[in-house]
């Protein structure tokens, strides 16, 4: 079985831009869907290419949708089927209306537009579509840094700042729902991991388990 950096470079007819890191990080949380009946969303079509991959790499049996806020997404054609759809990450009534149509995914990749508003705006509306051990990755988010995409080192509100609040969430249990925000728990319901690599921020997503001490006398 082919590994997606050789899919990249080998197999590819479209355009497709990858950091090289992310290859590792792919094979890493993404290699237990390859040959399952698997459901991926990416966000950001561009020139098409990293749907092409995808398919190669999960093989015949993943169905894989796409969307970008650019119609000339709708004239890019395949020998394998991609549900399209043309709209505003950035729009909370697009997802809702998005989802209510499509249901749950196994996979979703956030590689968009990369502002403050459309990553959060996304995972905010669709982690709670992520079926249970489903992955979500948010890619690019080197622009949390950058001034021009509403980020900045440390800045209260950008993408990578909000991720960080999330390492409370996962220790719910320990500190009390009453101090974290209602609201903020119930989108990440079911978060079990979190991964932070260079511009790539991964959040994994199963069964809810009681935290219990297990002792070995």
Request: hydrophobic letters at 35%; a negative charge.
């Amino acid at each position: 079985m082919m590994k997606i950096e050789d899919i990249f470079f080998n197999k590819l007819s479209k355009r497709c831009d990858k950091w090289k890191p992310y290859f590792y990080a792919y094979e890493k949380h993404l290699g237990k869907f390859k040959d399952k009946n698997s459901k991926l969303l990416e966000i950001g079509v561009q020139n098409g290419g990293s749907l092409e991959m995808w398919h190669h790499y999960f093989g015949e049996n993943c169905s894989i949708y796409g969307v970008d806020i650019d119609e000339q997404c709708l004239n890019l054609k395949y020998d394998f089927d991609v549900d399209f759809s043309v709209g505003n990450q950035e729009d909370p009534t697009f997802w809702k209306e998005y989802t209510s149509k499509n249901g749950f995914f196994d996979i979703i990749i956030d590689d968009g537009g990369h502002t403050m508003k459309q990553q959060e705006t996304s995972v905010i509306s669709l982690f709670g579509k992520l079926n249970y051990g489903g992955v979500y990755i948010i890619e690019d988010t080197h622009t949390s840094y950058w001034n021009e995409y509403g980020g900045g080192l440390r800045r209260e509100g950008s993408f990578i700042e909000n991720m960080k609040f999330l390492v409370d969430i996962l220790h719910v249990k320990h500190i009390g729902s009453e101090t974290l925000n209602v609201a903020i728990m119930n989108a990440f319901h079911g978060l079990s991991s979190m991964t932070f690599y260079d511009s790539m921020v991964v959040l994994e997503k199963e069964i809810p388990r009681d935290f219990t001490r297990a002792i070995n006398f």
